[in-house]
């Protein structure tokens, strides 16, 4: 059982590795497209407190692009995810090394008081958004 599940992860990381570099190669702003895209369903999904911290109205999807403080999260998400993916090759040690890092330069955010709901959602569409942009890119290419 466990060298089938040791199969299994490398078998996942080796398809988030070839998922990240085919779109990277493709066009790298569809990177940002699709984390962008995963953020403004993930806040959707969780309580509005979420949108002040980009300064954003709720229902303002059309206009993303046009907030600075938005575009760098994205920008530093990519940076973090690209560190993960391309460098490290989505090695488990390193996930939990540099997430544990994130996490306490993150530590004060919490101290605050805010809210750390947003992250499961975010687990979650991320994946979903790649996929898709994925899939949009092997469809392109091959036209």
Request: hydrophobic fraction near 40%.
């Amino acid at each position: 059982m466990g060298n089938q599940s040791a199969r299994q992860l490398s078998t996942h990381r080796k398809h988030v590795v070839h998922t990240w570099n085919t779109i990277n190669s493709y066009d790298p702003q569809l990177l940002n497209d699709a984390i962008s895209e995963a953020w403004l369903k993930s806040a959707e999904l969780t309580p509005t407190w979420v949108w002040a911290l980009v300064d954003l109205p709720e229902t303002m999807h059309a206009t993303y692009k046009e907030n600075a403080q938005f575009l760098n999260i994205i920008n530093q998400v990519r940076d973090f995810l690209n560190i993960l993916i391309k460098v490290h090759k989505c090695d488990p040690e390193m996930i939990k090394t540099l997430s544990f890092r994130l996490g306490a330069r993150h530590r004060h955010y919490m101290n605050e008081g805010n809210d750390n709901c947003y992250w499961a959602p975010f687990a979650q569409q991320l994946p979903i958004a790649m996929s898709k942009m994925y899939m949009r890119v092997v469809t392109e290419d091959s036209k």
